[in-house]
């Protein structure tokens, strides 16, 4: 019984909690040995001597130590599926890394996660011996719902079903979703924001419990409340220390700060598990766009969610509930699931918490914040591109601009800034950062960009526009559960 609830002393094996997503409490589950030093003698050092997809059977078999054939869930997620073989190059940019977690099938960073979801939940069904179908259910803010979508089409006993804020997601990122192919597949836009769609397809998960458990249906999440989403993330910070030692700019066990373009917590969480196996992580530096309720939170304690909500040019990052926060706040308050439950009904009733200072400290250890504005971001764009001939995303740029404000105060250690989308993705803020003309459709701004800059057009994304929509229903918020009940 590895994986245990934030809100209660509820505790299953890691095969349940992939199948599962959040725990039947609300909670998120999460392994309580991260709570004890020296984490069950894991050798993090052999995983310097691996590629990737070792390295990633290595650590996804420890933290998910009950999938039976571990290996070759990762050869078949993975291999020959990205860019590179190597999945998640390491670049020198400037005074800094920039690790490049956008090379996979929908090119973005949440590809490295749901390439492999999808097999963890089926051979996680077939060894339980379930005779389930599962229904996946999904909220994004742009990035997942394709990853996802790509992930489980056409996977046998899977359905999917993605629901994405109506106007708060790119038009790329909103037609990468509408032409999606599969028989298992199902987009619905949502009025609302991210937050809003959010605590719908949440509230939808209670609402349809008893219905699905009647019918036959396993319901999960894509979501990076999934542990399944989250295992594979720690991969990537183990590659990029061991590429930073490979290329002379660190000895093994010198610390090095990684800066994190954030928006559910779940890359840096990611990054926090990885130093708790051993990695010897500096400070993880969790950056944010004008939607800077993390910076607040890490500078005073209070977690406060009663503030304007702003759609900037990184949406994937327009979050005002970052959902795996109460997993750091049970690893920090010692796996005390009843002071987390009441912190989390505090937020949902009032929609603010307050942590006590030794707590913060604690945090504080670990942690830093910053967030970059609109402003800032564009110039970081522009900068980076004239002065290093290297294009950012918008949220890359946001973590970038973070990194180097953290850089002058101190550069004792390498930096390594994770880049979590391909800029082609959002070619209309790219160009306007360069000064670019932003007239036209966005695949003829892609066209425009790539012609400006030469940097290659992912085919995923230049193939686009030569697809058909399939989807274009737009619901309320409070009509998902009636919804996903009717597509059943
Ligand atoms: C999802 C996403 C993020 C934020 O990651 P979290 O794990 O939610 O913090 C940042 N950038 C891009 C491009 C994303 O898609």
Not at 228 to 244: I, M
Not at 320 to 329: G, M, P, Q
Not at 350 to 364: F, H, N, Q, S, V
Not at 413 to 440: I, N, Q
Request: charged share 25%.
């Amino acid at each position: 019984m590895k994986y245990q609830s934030t809100r209660s002393s509820f505790s299953t094996d890691s095969l349940n909690a992939v199948l599962m997503g959040p725990a039947p409490d609300g909670g998120l589950f999460t392994d309580p040995q991260m709570l004890k030093p020296g984490y069950i003698g894991f050798d993090w050092k052999s995983c310097l001597e691996m590629d990737t997809i070792g390295m990633s059977k290595k650590i996804l078999s420890t933290l998910l130590p009950d999938f039976r054939d571990m290996d070759s869930l990762v050869e078949k997620a993975y291999r020959g599926r990205f860019e590179m073989d190597d999945l998640t190059p390491l670049v020198k940019v400037d005074n800094a890394w920039v690790l490049e977690l956008f090379r996979g099938p929908t090119s973005a960073f949440k590809d490295v996660a749901l390439s492999i979801l999808p097999r963890l939940m089926t051979a996680a069904v077939k060894q339980s011996g379930e005779k389930k179908q599962i229904l996946i259910l999904t909220a994004t803010s742009g990035d997942t719902g394709k990853a996802a979508l790509e992930g489980f089409h056409d996977v046998d006993g899977i359905r999917i079903i993605v629901f994405y804020p109506h106007n708060g997601v790119s038009l790329v990122q909103k037609s990468q979703m509408t032409t999606q192919e599969g028989s298992n597949v199902l987009v619905c836009a949502v009025r609302g924001n991210f937050d809003d769609c959010q605590t719908g397809v949440k509230k939808a998960f209670a609402g349809i419990r008893d219905y699905c458990a009647q019918n036959g249906w396993q319901l999960s999440s894509a979501n990076s409340i999934n542990i399944g989403r989250l295992a594979p993330q720690t991969v990537y910070y183990f590659a990029a220390y061991r590429d930073l030692v490979k290329n002379g700019a660190i000895k093994v066990g010198d610390p090095v700060d990684f800066c994190v373009p954030t928006g559910n917590f779940g890359d840096i969480l990611a990054g926090y598990w990885a130093k708790l196996m051993g990695l010897p992580v500096g400070k993880l530096i969790c950056a944010s766009n004008s939607n800077r309720i993390l910076t607040d939170f890490f500078t005073t304690g209070v977690y406060d969610t009663r503030r304007e909500f702003y759609k900037t040019s990184s949406p994937s990052m327009d979050i005002l509930v970052s959902s795996n926060l109460e997993r750091l706040l049970w690893l920090a308050m010692d796996g005390n699931s009843e002071k987390v439950s009441h912190l989390m009904k505090q937020l949902s009733e009032t929609g603010i918490y307050k942590l006590d200072g030794a707590t913060m400290d604690k945090l504080r250890r670990d942690f830093a914040a910053d967030c970059c504005t609109e402003e800032e971001g564009a110039a970081s764009i522009k900068a980076v591109w004239e002065k290093n001939r290297y294009l950012m995303d918008p949220h890359t740029a946001v973590a970038w601009t973070c990194a180097r404000r953290a850089l002058e105060k101190d550069s004792s250690r390498p930096m390594v800034v994770l880049s979590t989308a391909s800029p082609y993705k959002f070619p209309h803020s790219v160009l306007a950062a360069l000064g670019k003309e932003t007239g036209g459709d966005e695949f003829t701004l892609m066209e425009n960009l790539h012609n400006i800059t030469g940097v290659p057009v992912p085919p995923n994304l230049s193939g686009l526009k030569d697809k058909k929509s399939r989807f274009s229903t737009v619901i309320d918020v409070d009509d998902i559960s009636s919804y996903v009940k009717e597509s059943l």
